[in-house]
């Protein structure tokens, strides 16, 4: 058992958090935001991550779990994880503000090790061990919104990088989890994180591009992506087409490896063109909705059904379906959003968000998927179908029935499938 310190309560810090102290180690978890802390120390936990509020109620009730505002409650433990936002600077760049107030705030013991699980740019650890003094290792996340527990106890892998020993104690930590540990340098443990990130966002944005491709020669992107999947070295995940990819990780994560690349003097070309891909598939979708509305926008009114960049969060942050909605706005659209994630009925941006799907689609001409959530599945389209104006869905992440949907007379416009199936 170890003494733990996380700085930060977002979804990577408490999930490191509670599930550290589930793995029976004591854990003091500082965040700068009170209200959080009071929340969180009351068992309260306002992500919607499963299995993650048992975890830290099961961690405060056994005391090996406390929440504080105080950053010196950190001090002199064995173990400071290093867990908050790196959002990326104007110039794509991370913005290391809070990784150094962490440090500033910081007042190790004689075994403190620094662990930065924080996304930052290559180079960064080497640095903070070098001002420090004290021992730094890299720990890279890969905890995916919505899964962040199950990720956390069952990784693909764990990436320390840094100098043993402390290498060896923070792999020590993660024992009982029995996942292949990947122990390097600071360097190779910073990039290896953004590596595959941008790996992710460039299988994406290339399936994508695929979809398209299947638009204008009437070949089915799921039999073209059955295909793909089939040989191991591709295999089946992140090949669904859909309005973009965003939240919190892959659009940073991607423009701070570029700006990573430009002050190497590397070019990261592909990269830089999946980005540029990521863009024109917002516009894309667009010009679907555009086609499938009868050729204009201009007071058109759009139902959209999502709002968050992915189901099974309530993120909206770099969302794909709201950059989808700008650019709807900004040609004169009328937008109704509804999204199970997203409660409330405000605005969110241009979207006039509804609790009730049928207030989305009513008088829509057209009804846009932008999220693909579950539940739409079983939505009643009948209804839908007699309070919208239209007659068409663009389904932008393929979770609708078309043969359904026409039962409900519902035409289906899907990405990656010829027009009017
Ligand atoms: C990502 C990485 O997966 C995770 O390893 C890292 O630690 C944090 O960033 P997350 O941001 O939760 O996790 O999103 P992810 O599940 O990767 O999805 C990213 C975007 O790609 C979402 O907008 C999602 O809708 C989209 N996506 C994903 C697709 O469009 N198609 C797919 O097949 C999969």
Same mark, same amino acid.
């Given at each position: 058992?170890?003494?733990?310190?996380?700085?930060?309560?977002?979804?990577?810090?408490?999930?490191?958090?509670?599930?550290?102290?589930?793995?029976?180690?004591?854990?003091?978890?500082?965040?700068?935001?009170?209200?959080?802390?009071?929340?969180?120390?009351?068992?309260?936990?306002?992500?919607?991550?499963?299995?993650?509020?048992?975890?830290?109620?099961?961690?405060?009730?056994?005391?090996?779990?406390?929440?504080?505002?105080?950053?010196?409650?950190?001090?002199?433990?064995?173990?400071?994880?290093?867990?908050?936002?790196?959002?990326?600077?104007?110039?794509?760049?991370?913005?290391?503000?809070?990784?150094?107030?962490?440090?500033?705030?910081?007042?190790?013991?004689?075994?403190?090790?620094?662990?930065?699980?924080?996304?930052?740019?290559?180079?960064?650890?080497?640095?903070?061990?070098?001002?420090?003094?004290?021992?730094?290792?890299?720990?890279?996340?890969?905890?995916?919104?919505?899964?962040?527990?199950?990720?956390?106890?069952?990784?693909?892998?764990?990436?320390?990088?840094?100098?043993?020993?402390?290498?060896?104690?923070?792999?020590?930590?993660?024992?009982?989890?029995?996942?292949?540990?990947?122990?390097?340098?600071?360097?190779?443990?910073?990039?290896?994180?953004?590596?595959?990130?941008?790996?992710?966002?460039?299988?994406?944005?290339?399936?994508?591009?695929?979809?398209?491709?299947?638009?204008?020669?009437?070949?089915?992107?799921?039999?073209?992506?059955?295909?793909?999947?089939?040989?191991?070295?591709?295999?089946?995940?992140?090949?669904?087409?859909?309005?973009?990819?965003?939240?919190?990780?892959?659009?940073?994560?991607?423009? @701070?490896?570029? *700006?990573?690349? #430009? +002050? $190497? =003097?590397?070019? !990261? %070309?592909?990269?830089?063109?999946?980005?540029?891909?990521? &863009?024109?598939?917002?516009?894309?979708?667009?010009?679907?909705?555009?086609?499938?509305?009868?050729?204009?926008?201009?007071?058109?009114?759009?139902?959209?059904?999502?709002?968050?960049?992915?189901?099974?969060?309530?993120?909206?942050?770099?969302?794909?379906?709201? @950059?989808?909605? *700008?650019?709807? #706005? +900004? $040609? =004169?659209?009328? !937008? %109704?959003?509804?999204?199970?994630?997203?409660?409330?009925? &405000?605005?969110?941006?241009?979207?006039?968000?509804?609790?009730?799907?049928?207030?989305?689609?009513?008088?829509?001409?057209?009804?846009?998927?932008?999220?693909?959530?579950?539940?739409?599945?079983?939505?009643?389209?009948?209804?839908?179908?007699?309070?919208?104006?239209?007659?068409?869905?663009?389904?932008?992440?393929?979770?609708?029935?078309?043969?359904?949907?026409?039962?409900?007379?519902?035409?289906?416009?899907?990405?990656?499938?010829?027009?009017?199936?």
């Amino acid at each position: 058992m170890a003494a733990v310190g996380v700085a930060g309560a977002g979804y990577v810090g408490l999930t490191t958090a509670a599930c550290l102290a589930g793995l029976g180690h004591d854990v003091t978890c500082a965040e700068v935001d009170q209200s959080k802390v009071d929340q969180l120390s009351r068992g309260e936990v306002a992500l919607g991550e499963p299995d993650l509020a048992p975890l830290v109620r099961d961690g405060l009730a056994a005391g090996r779990l406390r929440f504080t505002p105080d950053p010196g409650a950190l001090d002199g433990r064995e173990f400071v994880f290093a867990c908050v936002p790196t959002p990326a600077g104007p110039d794509g760049a991370a913005d290391l503000g809070a990784v150094e107030a962490v440090l500033a705030a910081l007042h190790p013991g004689p075994h403190t090790v620094l662990v930065v699980k924080s996304t930052v740019p290559v180079g960064t650890c080497a640095r903070i061990a070098e001002t420090a003094g004290i021992p730094v290792v890299s720990n890279p996340e890969f905890l995916r919104e919505g899964h962040a527990v199950h990720d956390f106890r069952h990784p693909d892998r764990i990436l320390l990088g840094g100098e043993e020993p402390a290498v060896a104690r923070v792999a020590a930590l993660y024992a009982d989890l029995g996942a292949p540990v990947v122990r390097t340098d600071h360097a190779s443990a910073e990039l290896g994180k953004y590596a595959s990130n941008a790996f992710l966002a460039l299988k994406l944005s290339y399936v994508n591009l695929l979809a398209r491709l299947c638009e204008r020669t009437g070949a089915d992107i799921d039999a073209v992506t059955r295909t793909m999947s089939l040989d191991e070295r591709i295999g089946p995940h992140f090949l669904h087409p859909g309005p973009g990819w965003g939240g919190s990780c892959l659009p940073k994560d991607t423009s @701070a490896l570029v *700006a990573t690349g #430009a +002050a $190497a =003097g590397v070019d !990261l %070309t592909i990269l830089r063109s999946a980005i540029e891909a990521n &863009d024109r598939q917002h516009d894309h979708v667009v010009a679907r909705i555009r086609q499938a509305a009868g050729g204009r926008l201009d007071g058109v009114r759009i139902g959209l059904f999502g709002l968050t960049f992915k189901a099974g969060t309530h993120d909206l942050r770099d969302s794909p379906a709201l @950059a989808v909605a *700008a650019r709807l #706005a +900004a $040609a =004169g659209a009328v !937008l %109704t959003g509804y999204d199970p994630g997203v409660t409330g009925g &405000d605005q969110a941006g241009p979207v006039q968000r509804v609790d009730d799907p049928v207030l989305a689609a009513k008088g829509a001409r057209v009804l846009v998927v932008l999220t693909e959530w579950p539940e739409f599945g079983g939505l009643d389209w009948s209804q839908l179908a007699a309070v919208a104006e239209g007659d068409v869905v663009v389904d932008t992440r393929g979770v609708l029935d078309p043969a359904a949907l026409r039962g409900s007379g519902l035409r289906c416009l899907r990405l990656g499938h010829p027009a009017g199936e």
